[in-house]
């Protein structure tokens, strides 16, 4: 077993020792909610009966569903273990009697006082290399497989495993694959005022990522988060020649929303960049399972473009006017 393999492994058999697990939230703020958006999405296509919930960590709070009870998981992160509201929507779960999984980077901080179990995840950023099966997001999924698959059983279990044991091995070649494009995408977008993001399927989680935690919050470019397949219910109206468009194309069952997307920003002459995870040898992880590494690879993939962006632009990724500067 690996690191990660292990630990998801022995945490939630001990849960089940104690109680039955039928329902899983995912909660968290930011990075950290759009982080598990792998685990959902692995639960929402292949679970039979467990019902998956996926919410901020204020709303939460103050609307906790009244589900959330004995037979509970609920799943929370925060990069530093203080983020306030994720660290009451964590005590709020306990106290209604769910088991509490908490992820955090900083070990010995506030969330850890109200997880049940506590998991320590790699981080650093680019281009300095951490494990990218043991990062925030690919934990999600860990544990999205280990709950599957010790409730209801997963017939693709053995490919997951498989699949996340050459990951970073994709990791590294796609990322070296896009240094040049990123360069490139650097230079001739670095002026843009609004960029849109879009994705689909298990990417977009990526997108949205991207769009409030990278484009608003680091680069202070104005930005939204569209799914592919909503794209033609509204936001379509925007296109016209030059609207900038970032589309996460997937490989997994809802492709073709996304090529539907390109086809008409194209024939419309938006200004288009697609980062297709076909191009970026996906297709090297076990075929059953694939489709659930799509997001993730699109994370650390855009690690690359965004440092280059940053650059271009002169404005680090650390920048920041109100985050941790002002009380909010």
């Given at each position: 077993?690996?690191v990660?393999?292990?630990?998801?492994?022995?945490?939630i058999?001990?849960?089940l020792?104690k109680?039955?697990?039928?329902?899983?939230?995912?909660?968290?703020?930011?990075?950290?909610?759009?982080?598990?958006?792998?685990?959902k999405?692995?639960?929402?296509c292949?679970?039979?009966?467990?019902?998956?919930?996926?919410?901020?960590?204020?709303?939460?709070?103050?609307?906790t569903?009244?589900?959330?009870?004995?037979?509970?998981?609920?799943?929370?992160?925060?990069?530093?273990?203080?983020t306030?509201?994720?660290?009451?929507?964590?005590?709020?779960?306990?106290?209604?009697g769910?088991?509490?999984?908490?992820?955090?980077?900083?070990?010995?901080t506030?969330?850890?006082k109200?997880?049940?179990?506590?998991?320590?995840?790699q981080?650093?950023?680019?281009?300095?290399?951490?494990?990218?099966?043991?990062?925030k997001?690919?934990?999600?999924?860990?544990?999205?497989?280990?709950i599957?698959?010790?409730?209801?059983?997963?017939?693709?279990y053995?490919?997951?495993?498989?699949?996340?044991?050459?990951?970073?091995?994709?990791?590294n070649?796609?990322?070296?694959?896009?240094k040049e494009?990123?360069?490139?995408f650097a230079?001739?977008?670095?002026?843009?005022?609004?960029?849109?993001?879009?994705?689909?399927?298990?990417?977009?989680?990526?997108?949205h990522?991207?769009?409030?935690?990278?484009?608003?919050?680091?680069?202070?470019?104005?930005?939204?988060?569209?799914?592919?397949?909503?794209?033609?219910?509204?936001?379509?109206?925007i296109t016209?020649?030059?609207?900038?468009?970032?589309?996460?194309?997937?490989?997994?069952?809802?492709?073709?929303?996304?090529e539907?997307?390109?086809?008409?920003?194209?024939?419309?002459?938006?200004?288009?960049?697609?980062?297709?995870?076909?191009?970026?040898?996906?297709?090297?992880l076990?075929?059953s399972?694939?489709?659930?590494?799509?997001?993730?690879?699109?994370?650390?993939?855009?690690?690359?473009?965004?440092?280059?962006?940053?650059?271009?632009?002169?404005?680090?990724?650390?920048?920041?006017?109100?985050?941790?500067?002002?009380?909010?």
């Amino acid at each position: 077993m690996s690191v990660a393999h292990d630990t998801v492994n022995k945490i939630i058999a001990d849960v089940l020792t104690k109680q039955k697990i039928e329902r899983v939230w995912f909660v968290g703020c930011g990075g950290s909610l759009t982080g598990f958006w792998p685990g959902k999405y692995f639960l929402d296509c292949e679970a039979n009966h467990l019902a998956v919930g996926y919410m901020t960590s204020n709303e939460f709070v103050h609307a906790t569903p009244e589900a959330v009870g004995k037979n509970s998981v609920v799943i929370l992160a925060s990069q530093q273990g203080n983020t306030a509201e994720t660290v009451e929507a964590a005590r709020v779960a306990q106290q209604k009697g769910a088991a509490t999984i908490g992820l955090v980077y900083t070990p010995e901080t506030p969330l850890c006082k109200y997880s049940d179990y506590t998991i320590n995840y790699q981080w650093a950023r680019y281009p300095e290399k951490v494990d990218p099966a043991q990062q925030k997001a690919a934990y999600s999924l860990w544990l999205a497989v280990e709950i599957l698959k010790q409730t209801e059983g997963y017939a693709c279990y053995d490919a997951m495993i498989s699949a996340f044991s050459q990951f970073a091995g994709v990791v590294n070649h796609a990322q070296q694959q896009v240094k040049e494009d990123a360069l490139r995408f650097a230079e001739q977008w670095k002026d843009e005022k609004v960029i849109y993001m879009m994705g689909s399927g298990p990417s977009y989680g990526a997108a949205h990522q991207e769009s409030i935690c990278i484009l608003l919050e680091m680069q202070w470019i104005h930005s939204a988060s569209i799914h592919s397949g909503e794209y033609f219910h509204g936001p379509f109206e925007i296109t016209e020649p030059g609207t900038p468009f970032i589309l996460l194309q997937s490989a997994g069952r809802t492709r073709p929303l996304d090529e539907r997307a390109i086809r008409f920003i194209e024939r419309y002459q938006g200004k288009l960049q697609c980062i297709d995870v076909e191009k970026l040898d996906i297709a090297a992880l076990p075929a059953s399972v694939k489709e659930y590494f799509c997001g993730l690879l699109h994370n650390c993939v855009l690690d690359v473009y965004n440092l280059a962006l940053a650059t271009a632009r002169n404005h680090p990724l650390t920048t920041r006017r109100y985050m941790w500067k002002v009380e909010y």
